[in-house]
């Protein structure tokens, strides 16, 4: 007999590892591993929605006809040596893993693993639309890389809204019609939301009792727990909330955490939702004039592009990568990443959401969040780790190129052509945070000064060396070197006092 190993972010029917198990002698392995569990003080959110997710799912296998040895252990290596002892195994087939910490546990417990069993490593797709070796492939030598050309040819090799050899509409990226900020007295379409069933409730009491500690919060659980579901969640975005999307996708309201967005990765990540139907639907949804074509590109971008190429990222660049720091910040992670009770209202509403489901979008990401990180200095490696842990749909892979490379430019630009920083101004226009918030945006040392004003000409003060000759960021230091050397001091002066502020407690 042969034992086939599932992880718990491969819950897919379609994988190579499932389809090709002979029901009759086969047994599937799942393994609840707590010591993976606290690898990091993961959110109860996303331990709860992987718990149920992989109970579902072992249920679902069940009904289908398959033998599933379902097991909780304290470790994985545990919960294997219980397996070898109930079932006779010759042969053990794992689909390959793309987290490398995980990968190396593996292939450690892969080379103990008694000669008389043989290993074996089954195809990852369609997790994803490229094996590990083609999308290593598409990104020759050590980088930089340019995002653009890697989504251009996947467009191209995977023929999504092309017409011949040209892109529909004329342009490869309808970017620029999708910066559109959204009025406060504008409503959005409610996501799909799904109320736990009894399962899930008793994995939520588990994770309760076992890992009251960890931080987030279980009084609200909206998450799609098997296929059948986040098809619903599918369905519902590409029919209600894809017109939409394009246009207010860098949009920011207040108490709006989901906007128009698909709040899909969670349900992709995890295997029950294949980027290649995902992104068949949104195309179809094009050809039949359900949704316009800037709508369609850009999610489509973020699946077909996005997600691949920072997978590619991952697995050229680790495991060094996890230690880059270009620009050499230590400032530790404020305690009210974890509460959201801090007096900047645009943090407030980016980290709440996060603290209440484990989730908010790219914007409060990538502009709020990781802006706050870069220009106060924050570890980046403090900060990719609460991204691992606070969210429902990450995972070191997708994190580590996202937070490192995107959000805080610490890879130095092997991923991004600049940092994503910003003063006050951009979130003022792109959201209506700015409305409620004690700190005034357009002032910049004045006591109620917003503090991204100051620290954003801080940072690029003190980061000229490494960026001052980047062609994109010229403008805007030729602007700084034409401040009169006074008025240079006080952003410095200002940028002082609110890193000491924050260093005793304050902006909470």
Same mark, same amino acid.
């Given at each position: 007999?042969?034992?086939?190993?599932?992880?718990?972010?491969?819950?897919?029917?379609?994988?190579?590892?499932?389809?090709?198990?002979?029901?009759?002698?086969?047994?599937?392995?799942?393994?609840?591993?707590?010591?993976?569990?606290?690898?990091?003080?993961?959110?109860?959110?996303?331990?709860?929605?992987?718990?149920?997710?992989?109970?579902?799912?072992?249920?679902?296998?069940?009904?289908?006809?398959?033998?599933?040895?379902?097991?909780?252990?304290?470790?994985?290596?545990?919960?294997?040596?219980?397996?070898?002892?109930?079932?006779?195994?010759?042969?053990?087939?794992?689909?390959?893993?793309?987290?490398?910490?995980?990968?190396?546990?593996?292939?450690?417990?892969?080379?103990?693993?008694?000669?008389?069993?043989?290993?074996?490593?089954?195809?990852?797709?369609?997790?994803?639309?490229?094996?590990?070796?083609?999308?290593?492939?598409?990104?020759?030598?050590?980088?930089?890389?340019?995002?653009?050309?890697?989504?251009?040819?996947?467009?191209?090799?995977?023929?999504?809204?092309?017409?011949?050899?040209?892109?529909?509409?004329?342009?490869?990226?309808?970017?620029?019609?999708?910066?559109?900020?959204?009025?406060?007295?504008?409503?959005?379409?409610?996501?799909?939301?799904?109320?736990?069933?009894?399962?899930?409730?008793?994995?939520?009491?588990?994770?309760?009792?076992?890992?009251?500690?960890?931080?987030?919060?279980?009084?609200?659980?909206? =998450?799609?727990?098997?296929?059948?579901?986040?098809?619903?969640?599918?369905?519902?975005?590409?029919?209600?909330?894809?017109?939409?999307?394009?246009?207010?996708?860098?949009?920011?309201?207040?108490?709006?955490?989901?906007?128009?967005?698909?709040?899909?990765?969670?349900?992709?990540?995890?295997?029950?939702?294949?980027?290649?139907?995902?992104?068949?639907?949104?195309?179809?949804?094009?050809?039949?004039?359900?949704?316009?074509?800037?709508?369609?590109?850009?999610?489509?971008?973020?699946?077909?592009? =996005?997600?691949?190429?920072?997978?590619?990222?991952?697995?050229?660049?680790?495991?060094?990568?996890?230690?880059?720091?270009?620009?050499?910040?230590?400032?530790?992670?404020?305690?009210?990443?974890?509460?959201?009770?801090?007096?900047?209202?645009?943090?407030?509403?980016?980290?709440?959401?996060?603290?209440?489901?484990?989730?908010?979008?790219?914007?409060?990401?990538?502009?709020?969040?990781?802006?706050?990180?870069?220009?106060?200095?924050?570890?980046?490696?403090?900060?990719?780790?609460?991204?691992?842990?606070?969210?429902?749909?990450?995972?070191?892979?997708?994190?580590?190129?996202?937070?490192?490379?995107?959000?805080?430019?610490?890879?130095?630009?092997?991923?991004?052509?600049?940092?994503?920083?910003?003063?006050?101004?951009?979130?003022?226009?792109?959201?209506?945070?700015?409305?409620?918030?004690?700190?005034?945006?357009?002032?910049?040392?004045?006591?109620?000064?917003?503090?991204?004003?100051?620290?954003? =000409?801080?940072?690029?003060?003190?980061?000229?060396?490494?960026?001052?000759?980047?062609?994109?960021?010229?403008?805007?230091?030729?602007?700084?070197?034409?401040?009169?050397?006074?008025?240079?001091?006080?952003?410095?002066?200002?940028?002082?006092?609110?890193?000491?502020?924050?260093?005793?407690?304050?902006?909470?």
């Amino acid at each position: 007999m042969s034992t086939r190993w599932i992880f718990g972010n491969q819950l897919c029917m379609d994988l190579p590892i499932i389809k090709e198990a002979d029901k009759e002698s086969d047994v599937i392995l799942m393994v609840e591993a707590k010591s993976r569990a606290l690898w990091q003080s993961y959110h109860k959110q996303k331990l709860t929605f992987i718990f149920s997710s992989m109970r579902h799912f072992a249920e679902e296998l069940k009904d289908k006809g398959y033998t599933v040895d379902y097991r909780k252990a304290d470790s994985f290596r545990d919960g294997w040596e219980e397996h070898k002892k109930a079932y006779d195994s010759r042969e053990v087939h794992l689909t390959h893993v793309t987290d490398d910490r995980m990968r190396r546990a593996i292939e450690k417990w892969a080379q103990e693993v008694p000669k008389e069993i043989t290993v074996h490593y089954e195809e990852e797709r369609p997790l994803f639309l490229l094996s590990k070796e083609e999308v290593k492939d598409r990104l020759p030598g050590d980088g930089p890389w340019q995002a653009d050309a890697f989504y251009r040819k996947m467009r191209k090799d995977f023929d999504i809204l092309m017409e011949d050899d040209s892109p529909i509409g004329g342009k490869w990226s309808f970017d620029q019609e999708n910066r559109k900020p959204a009025k406060s007295d504008m409503e959005f379409p409610k996501k799909r939301t799904f109320r736990p069933d009894e399962m899930t409730k008793q994995v939520m009491e588990e994770v309760e009792e076992n890992y009251g500690d960890h931080p987030g919060s279980l009084d609200s659980f909206i =998450w799609p727990v098997t296929r059948q579901e986040a098809l619903k969640a599918l369905n519902q975005f590409i029919s209600d909330r894809l017109p939409l999307f394009g246009t207010y996708q860098d949009a920011m309201l207040t108490d709006e955490p989901f906007m128009s967005h698909a709040v899909l990765s969670s349900a992709i990540n995890i295997g029950f939702l294949k980027p290649s139907e995902v992104i068949e639907k949104a195309e179809q949804a094009y050809y039949d004039g359900e949704a316009p074509l800037n709508a369609v590109e850009g999610f489509i971008r973020q699946v077909v592009g =996005w997600r691949e190429y920072m997978r590619g990222i991952y697995l050229k660049k680790m495991p060094a990568y996890k230690k880059v720091n270009v620009f050499d910040h230590d400032t530790d992670l404020p305690s009210f990443f974890y509460t959201g009770e801090t007096k900047m209202k645009c943090m407030e509403q980016s980290i709440k959401p996060v603290v209440d489901v484990g989730y908010n979008h790219h914007i409060q990401r990538l502009m709020v969040l990781g802006n706050f990180a870069n220009l106060f200095g924050i570890s980046p490696q403090q900060t990719s780790d609460w991204f691992n842990e606070m969210y429902v749909d990450a995972y070191d892979w997708v994190v580590l190129p996202n937070v490192l490379g995107m959000a805080l430019y610490a890879d130095g630009g092997v991923l991004s052509t600049k940092p994503y920083v910003s003063s006050a101004n951009y979130i003022n226009k792109m959201s209506d945070y700015c409305e409620e918030c004690p700190f005034n945006p357009k002032h910049k040392t004045e006591e109620d000064a917003c503090p991204f004003n100051a620290l954003y =000409w801080d940072f690029l003060d003190r980061h000229e060396d490494k960026l001052g000759d980047n062609p994109r960021m010229k403008l805007i230091y030729s602007q700084w070197n034409k401040r009169k050397e006074e008025d240079k001091e006080a952003l410095r002066s200002k940028s002082r006092s609110l890193k000491q502020q924050l260093a005793k407690g304050g902006l909470h």
